[in-house]
């Protein structure tokens, strides 16, 4: 077993259920990809409200995933001495809904900000690659928050141009 899979849960319960997204992190395949997945089920609710409220629905949402970060993601690191396990995808929700708080309710846009945010988070480009050098939660948020800003701005240029 890796060095990642024999510290997989340590830290207090509720910064592990936070940070992993209920559990959902220890996905044994693709967990960034199932956390970006999680933040779309977080906008999709925005199809069903006005055009003001779809805007601020991801914005509250991202706000709160900050803050649950914030607090649940420096015990994870600290319990296990990792500066950034595959398994904590809080971050990857937060980047997903950075992509979303950009564009419209549209399933095309919303696929397009998914695939833009993937490919992104994976490859990390300069200058995403840059902010994983930074400490604690900071570091394990940083690259997917401009992952998805990114992707969040691409998906505006892609859906206007075709």
Request: glycine fraction near 10%.
């Amino acid at each position: 077993m890796g060095e990642q899979g024999e510290k997989q849960g340590k830290g207090p319960f509720w910064a592990v259920a936070a940070s992993t997204v209920f559990g959902l992190g220890f996905t044994p395949r693709m967990p960034g990809t199932v956390g970006a997945l999680v933040g779309v089920f977080l906008y999709l609710p925005a199809f069903l409200m006005s055009h003001e409220w779809a805007f601020i629905l991801p914005l509250v949402e991202l706000a709160l995933v900050f803050l649950l970060a914030a607090l649940a993601v420096p015990r994870v690191l600290g319990a296990t001495g990792l500066t950034d396990p595959s398994y904590v995808v809080i971050d990857e929700v937060a980047g997903m809904l950075c992509a979303l708080s950009l564009n419209e309710p549209d399933f095309m846009r919303i696929l397009v900000c998914f695939l833009l945010f993937r490919l992104l988070d994976i490859f990390k480009p300069w200058p995403i690659n840059r902010l994983e050098r930074l400490r604690g939660a900071w570091g394990v948020m940083a690259d997917d928050v401009a992952a998805g800003l990114l992707a969040g701005l691409l998906a505006i240029l892609v859906m206007r141009l075709s």
